[in-house]
């Protein structure tokens, strides 16, 4: 039986059905997936967003972290030379990476990438931005996020024939399972246990709380929202380092909603009352929890954006403006008064909430899994989930 390790920092609870269904389609192909992962840094914490995976595949090591929490060292090289395969996270953090990194750049084990290639944050270490530029290419297979990434990749001199374009996604069906089950009366209850009219236009946050979302930014568009739409409520899912922040604001405004971390069925009965996903700040994986709900994405132009945010068709499930708070406010406003233009953006929503899913996901993943492994020829992933 062939052995895949797939290395992680720690385990995001959005990731958990993606390990779950790559375990049980590889376990099937006769490959044995292990994946190795150790707690959060102290800053990931925070976001209590992280759990532990099944033991019959995880792999929970103890992790040092070095220089602020800037380097982590995990305890998985024996378990790395003896996997026909090791995928790790296209990350300069990770120590191992050093050693596995040169390795694959000279034939002796078989690593590939998972990740999105391109530094999405502006980089002030030249020296850690060139090495990643210059090992884009030292590893036998990329397992790339989205097709900007393959692009990216293929401009500096990735060969096509060894990426596979995963198309990035979370297990949105649940979600759009729990929304259609929840009834009007339901969601009629919760508006008013939170004190929101049954009429009043709802913005939603969800993501983790700290500076990349541009949480100041928000509070303060939301303001502007309110000075002009008097009953618009927003409702703010997460944690993080600035999550006092937020508390201390919301004490003294009944109409905004602190819900802390959210999963689940908690969620999505927060997202079923919602009309407009609010997110100034970076965008990624979270786009697809605002599709899945069948709620338009508000966003900002910005350098920041995960690549997921090619997912966004701009007047089709979602709108930018520029990033400043008044042009964002005046555009959440805007749409907010619209009916007619809100319930086309949320049609556009739900229509791409069923194209990115997690089945594709794993599909594509496990085609270049084997792919990477010198397999013979696998049928297509749309015709591996219809034979599924």
């Keep these: 039986m062939r052995k895949v390790l797939l290395i992680e920092a720690q385990i995001k609870q959005y990731r958990l059905p993606f390990y779950e269904q790559l375990y049980s389609m590889l376990g099937a192909d006769h490959i044995e997936l292990k994946v190795g992962y150790s707690n959060p840094s102290s800053v990931e914490a925070t976001k209590k967003d992280t759990c532990d995976l099944p033991l019959n595949y995880g792999m929970k090591v103890k992790g040092y972290w070095l220089l602020h929490e800037k380097l982590l060292f995990q305890s998985l090289f024996r378990t790395a030379i003896t996997a026909d395969l090791v995928v790790v996270d296209q990350?300069?953090?990770?120590?191992?990476?050093?050693?596995?990194?040169?390795?694959?750049?000279?034939?002796?084990?078989?690593?590939?990438?998972?990740?999105?290639?391109?530094?999405?944050?502006?980089?002030?270490?030249?020296?850690?931005?060139?090495?990643?530029?210059?090992?884009?290419?030292?590893?036998?297979?990329?397992?790339?996020?989205?097709?900007?990434?393959?692009?990216?990749?293929?401009?500096n001199r990735?060969?096509?024939?060894?990426?596979?374009?995963?198309?990035?996604?979370?297990?949105?069906?649940?979600?759009?399972?729990?929304?259609?089950?929840?009834?009007?009366?339901?969601?009629?209850?919760?508006?008013?246990?939170?004190?929101?009219?049954?009429?009043?236009?709802?913005?939603?946050?969800?993501?983790?709380?700290?500076?990349?979302?541009?949480?100041?930014?928000?509070?303060?568009?939301?303001?502007?929202?309110?000075?002009?739409?008097?009953?618009?409520?927003?409702i703010v899912l997460g944690g993080g380092p600035e999550e006092s922040s937020v508390c201390a604001f919301v004490q003294g405004n009944s109409w905004m909603h602190m819900m802390g971390p959210r999963f689940g069925k908690a969620k999505s009965e927060l997202l079923a009352i919602s009309d407009a996903f609010l997110m100034p700040g970076a965008v990624g994986l979270v786009i697809l929890d605002a599709f899945a709900a069948g709620l338009p994405l508000l966003s900002t132009r910005l350098n920041i954006h995960g690549p997921e945010m090619e997912y966004l068709a701009e007047g089709i499930n979602g709108l930018i403006s520029e990033p400043t708070v008044p042009a964002f406010a005046d555009m959440a406003t805007s749409l907010l008064l619209n009916r007619d233009v809100l319930d086309r953006l949320k049609a556009g929503a739900r229509e791409s909430g069923v194209k990115y899913t997690i089945e594709n996901m794993v599909a594509n993943f496990r085609e270049g899994i084997h792919q990477c492994l010198g397999s013979s020829a696998l049928p297509s992933a749309a015709r591996i989930l219809q034979r599924e």
Excluded at 183 to 191: I, N, V
Aim: glycine residues 6%; aromatic residues 10%.
């Design 91 to 155: 990350g300069n953090k990770f120590l191992l990476n050093y050693i596995l990194l040169p390795l694959s750049h000279m034939g002796i084990r078989r690593v590939a990438f998972w990740g999105l290639g391109k530094n999405c944050e502006d980089s002030q270490l030249r020296l850690s931005e060139w090495y990643r530029r210059k090992t884009l290419n030292w590893v036998s297979w990329w397992f790339a996020y989205t097709k900007g990434t393959s692009s990216y990749l293929v401009e």
């Design 158 to 234: 990735v060969p096509p024939l060894k990426i596979t374009v995963v198309e990035n996604a979370i297990d949105t069906r649940q979600i759009r399972e729990h929304i259609e089950g929840i009834q009007m009366e339901e969601r009629a209850a919760l508006r008013r246990r939170l004190g929101i009219p049954l009429s009043a236009p709802v913005g939603i946050f969800c993501g983790a709380l700290h500076k990349a979302k541009s949480i100041p930014f928000l509070i303060e568009a939301s303001k502007l929202i309110r000075a002009r739409i008097a009953d618009f409520h927003l």
